[in-house]
């Protein structure tokens, strides 16, 4: 019998250890396909007399049906017993009793010792080895990830339920979920991660849970909630369920305020569904107000901050799409955004048309930059203009010239029309003053 606490979704009656059904439809496989190096550690550590199961995602994983090529393994072996156990580790979080073990490949695999947390600040934990599986287990986010594999014996242990709550589709928190989220606030992102990556429901105490819980989202770091964004983005069925979710408990309001849409939201969030590539970066600018801000709180790279900004400054003033200088002004503008401008304005109803265009250039090889013009500085310097910011204004010049009409991208013309622009607005410097140079012959 299932009964659910009055805060949050707690199973107060055992599960049964379930050796070999785990619900009405389905059952625990007799094995699992655990890869050779992985149960190569696991024999190893049990030859020295260290339990070790395997656990987490991939066991999650593995039961409905989706391939994993690695296993997490959590072991009675403390973090020194592993390294001492292994030649080749590395100490990937050994404050929190995990080493990587490398097979002859150079291929690392996580081992974690049995843990329990002793002390937590919802953002980090003090963790105590030395304990059972199934204190390993209580500590764990949701029961759909509490469930233990044992490799070598071909052993189920499910003490939260967990098999049950995959065959009907729910998030449900391991003990009270109050608890669980106060540990570690991450888990109330996790938590709308996996429901919309598997099409699972939040169960009802776990959601209420998560909504009173959610202000502490604001003491979490900008990476972390980051790597939950875009990982949730990125893997959900549909991303447009993804951010409705973020919505409803109250996160986009503490982390991703300039995220807002029509109608609520909800019309521009449903749009996300219709991106042909599921770049997580390039539909988080999609729905901010203010791209850089966004990208900048979540402290994403140099690279996608300015991404970010040139499609913010460009996304309300398309070219014509029927005017091909006007496109190929505007693909100069906008550089290497052009084709995610492209796909906003498909997204956003206006069709292909834009995208046509933008090929259409590229296909005629009309140059776009400076260093695409048949005329260079050197050669500039050599007819005999001076060095220095000139050098750049009559390039700049003569590419807004070559943009209009790519047909004037020769060299000898180019030439000629760097004198005309000298002898329209001759500024000093175009004589050479000391560096003797001269105007254009």
Not at 41 to 46: D, G, S
Not at 169 to 183: D, S
Not at 311 to 331: E, L, T
Not at 347 to 371: F, I, M, Q
Request: charged residues 30%; negative net charge; hydrophobic residues 40%.
């Amino acid at each position: 019998m299932l009964e659910e606490d009055s805060v949050g979704g707690e199973r107060t009656a055992p599960c049964p250890l379930l050796p070999g059904v785990w619900g009405s439809r389905m059952a625990f496989p007799p094995a699992l396909p655990i890869p050779d190096e992985v149960l190569r550690i696991a024999r190893k550590l049990e030859g020295e007399g260290f339990e070790t199961w395997c656990v987490g995602g991939a066991v999650r994983d593995t039961l409905l049906g989706q391939e994993n090529k690695d296993f997490d393994l959590a072991t009675a072996a403390r973090p020194e017993d592993v390294r001492k156990i292994f030649r080749r580790t590395i100490p990937v979080g050994i404050e929190h009793g995990t080493v990587a073990v490398l097979d002859k490949n150079n291929q690392p695999h996580e081992v974690t010792a049995f843990r329990r947390d002793v002390k937590t600040d919802g953002r980090h934990a003090v963790v105590e080895f030395g304990v059972a599986l199934d204190d390993d287990l209580a500590r764990r986010d949701f029961t759909i990830n509490a469930i233990a594999y044992h490799p070598l014996r071909h052993e189920w242990r499910d003490p939260f339920c967990g098999a049950k709550d995959l065959e009907d589709g729910l998030i449900r928190a391991v003990g009270t979920a109050w608890h669980r989220f106060r540990e570690d606030y991450l888990r109330i992102l996790r938590a709308l991660r996996f429901a919309t990556r598997f099409g699972f429901e939040i169960e009802p105490a776990t959601w209420k849970a998560a909504k009173a819980c959610v202000a502490g989202l604001q003491h979490l770091s900008a990476e972390r909630v980051r790597g939950e964004w875009m990982r949730g983005i990125e893997g959900a069925v549909k991303p447009s369920e993804f951010v409705a979710l973020w919505e409803k408990v109250g996160a986009l309001g503490v982390w991703l305020e300039e995220v807002r849409g029509e109608g609520g939201g909800r019309r521009t969030f449903l749009r996300l569904d219709g991106f042909r590539v599921r770049d997580p970066v390039l539909l988080t600018i999609y729905l901010s107000a203010d791209p850089a801000t966004t990208m900048t709180r979540l402290k994403c790279s140099k690279r996608e901050i300015e991404r970010a900004r040139l499609i913010g400054g460009h996304r309300a003033s398309p070219p014509d799409p029927s005017s091909a200088a006007a496109v190929r002004r505007w693909m100069a503008e906008v550089g290497d955004v052009a084709d995610d401008l492209c796909e906003f304005a498909r997204v956003d109803g206006k069709g292909d048309s834009l995208a046509e265009s933008v090929n259409a250039v590229r296909d005629s090889g009309a140059p776009l930059t400076v260093g695409e013009l048949s005329i260079t500085g050197s050669d500039l310097i050599r007819a005999g203009v001076a060095e220095g910011p000139l050098i750049g204004e009559v390039l700049n010049r003569l590419l807004d010239d070559v943009l209009e009409n790519p047909g004037l991208n020769v060299k000898e013309g180019l030439l000629q029309r760097a004198q005309l622009f000298l002898k329209e607005s001759p500024p000093p410097s175009s004589l050479g003053g000391q560096g003797g140079g001269r105007t254009l012959p």
